[in-house]
């Protein structure tokens, strides 16, 4: 396990709320810009009865991104290092499925790849859970919540995918 060094910034509050921010900021306008609160296609759809009232959805995810900019912002701050390093580049590349999946799936309403995509989103999350692990417990587990809300959005996917047709 890596301790964390010097700081890798004079401004570590700065680039901590700039991280955090960002995710949330990002993340808020991945699901904007695709709709994904108002989309009259969504609640033609037959969805599972565990699926949560929308409000829901504009409560966990912000959290879940806030926590994801924390947990980054940790590894970020320790010193140079290849496993540091392949952590932040996994972080970056799920986020960016993440981000991807609300366009795909409101906004094309292209279910089987945002279905693909939240199967491979989950997959990216528990190998950066993994990752970050070997370089901070705490970082990892602010991820744990992330993982097990991906996996849930994998079922609720899958159950659009399965109950309708076309």
Request: charged residues 5%; aromatic residues 16%.
């Given at each position: 396990?890596?301790?964390?060094?010097?700081?890798?910034?004079?401004?570590?509050?700065?680039?901590?709320?700039?991280?955090?921010?960002g995710c949330?900021?990002?993340?808020?306008l991945?699901?904007?810009?695709?709709?994904?609160?108002t989309?009259?296609?969504y609640?033609?759809?037959?969805?599972?009865?565990l699926?949560?009232?929308?409000?829901v959805f504009?409560?966990?995810?912000?959290?879940?991104?806030?926590?994801?900019?924390?947990s980054?912002?940790?590894?970020?701050?320790?010193?140079d290092?290849?496993?540091?390093?392949?952590?932040?580049?996994?972080?970056?590349?799920?986020?960016?499925?993440?981000?991807?999946?609300?366009?795909?799936?409101?906004?094309?309403?292209?279910?089987?790849l945002?279905?693909m995509?939240?199967?491979?989103?989950?997959?990216?999350?528990?190998?950066?859970?993994w990752?970050?692990?070997?370089?901070?417990?705490?970082?990892?587990?602010?991820?744990?919540?992330?993982?097990?809300?991906?996996?849930?959005?994998?079922?609720?996917?899958?159950?659009?995918?399965?109950?309708?047709?076309?």
């Open positions: 396990m890596i301790n964390a060094g010097a700081p890798r910034s004079r401004r570590p509050r700065m680039v901590l709320a700039l991280a955090v921010a949330v900021i990002l993340g808020g991945s699901g904007l810009l695709s709709g994904s609160g989309s009259s296609w609640d033609s759809l037959e969805t599972s009865s699926t949560p009232a929308p409000w504009g409560v966990i995810w912000p959290v879940l991104y806030a926590l994801m900019g924390l980054a912002w940790i590894i970020w701050r320790l010193p290092d290849p496993a540091r390093t392949h952590g932040l580049a996994l972080f970056v590349v799920q986020f960016v499925v993440n981000l991807a999946w609300s366009p795909v799936f409101f906004g094309a309403q292209l279910v089987g945002a279905l995509l939240a199967g491979l989103l989950f997959v990216l999350v528990a190998l950066t859970i990752r970050f692990y070997g370089l901070s417990r705490f970082a990892a587990v602010l991820l744990l919540p992330y993982l097990i809300w991906s996996g849930f959005a994998f079922y609720l996917t899958f159950f659009i995918w399965m109950n309708n047709p076309s």
